[in-house]
């Protein structure tokens, strides 16, 4: 999996959540099709906890996927090796 900048996370969830017409599915869907399929930021059985996790909890679903995605790649962030130059 590759490990992306904080700029490209929040370019990818902010162009999709606000451009995308279907509601939640459609929206999860296409979330899918860019973080899992396309730039292998988490990894499928990642997707579908904060997916089900998502389902689990009250309120807005999407939202709660959503910051599921979004602590799944802060991990990501913050333990990505450091490299000197």
């Given at each position: 999996?590759?490990?992306?900048?904080?700029?490209?996370?929040?370019?990818?969830f902010?162009?999709?959540?606000?451009?995308?017409?279907?509601?939640?599915?459609?929206?999860?869907?296409?979330?899918?099709?860019?973080?899992v399929?396309?730039?292998?930021?988490?990894?499928?059985?990642?997707?579908?906890?904060?997916?089900?996790?998502?389902?689990?909890?009250?309120?807005?679903?999407?939202?709660a996927?959503?910051?599921?995605?979004?602590?799944?790649?802060?991990?990501?962030?913050?333990?990505?090796?450091?490299?000197?130059?």
């Open positions: 999996m590759s490990q992306p900048s904080l700029r490209q996370i929040g370019s990818v902010a162009r999709y959540a606000n451009l995308t017409l279907g509601g939640g599915s459609a929206t999860t869907a296409v979330i899918h099709g860019e973080i399929t396309k730039r292998h930021w988490v990894s499928e059985e990642q997707f579908a906890l904060s997916f089900a996790l998502g389902r689990l909890t009250p309120g807005t679903n999407l939202l996927f959503c910051v599921g995605i979004g602590w799944i790649l802060k991990v990501s962030i913050r333990h990505r090796p450091q490299v000197a130059y």
